[in-house]
């Protein structure tokens, strides 16, 4: 499909419902908009409808998603200071080593004297 056929096809899904909102708010939101096959529809109520509907999922979800947020924080300061404490722990080691290797060698430096 041609790139401007989609454009348009957007443009259209965006302006139609606008001016099907806006006709009806011209002619009063209690009359709603005739349509010969379907009959009246009151599209302000069913936009108030699926608003009131939406926005307890809505809320549900953006919760959902800082808990989940919240636990990986958690989870990851925790690798962290374990990581951090097996840096210290060898680190401790290694100064140990090299404690013992500088003895080592000054009793070797000490003896040729």
Sequence with gaps: MNTYT???IGVLL?????????????????QGIMLPVIGTIYLWNSLVTLIVGFVPG?????????????????????ELKKE???????E????????????KTKKKSKKKK
């Design 58 to 78: 809505f809320v549900f979800l953006i919760g959902l998603f800082i808990v989940w947020l919240e636990l990986d924080e958690i989870r990851i300061e925790k």
């Design 92 to 103: 401790g080691k290694k100064s140990k080593k090299t404690k013992k290797s500088k003895k």
């Design 6 to 8: 989609k454009l348009l």
């Design 14 to 30: 965006l302006v139609v419902p606008l001016g099907m909102y806006a006709y009806e708010l011209l002619n009063g939101p209690t």
């Design 84 to 90: 951090e404490e097996e840096e210290k722990e060898k």
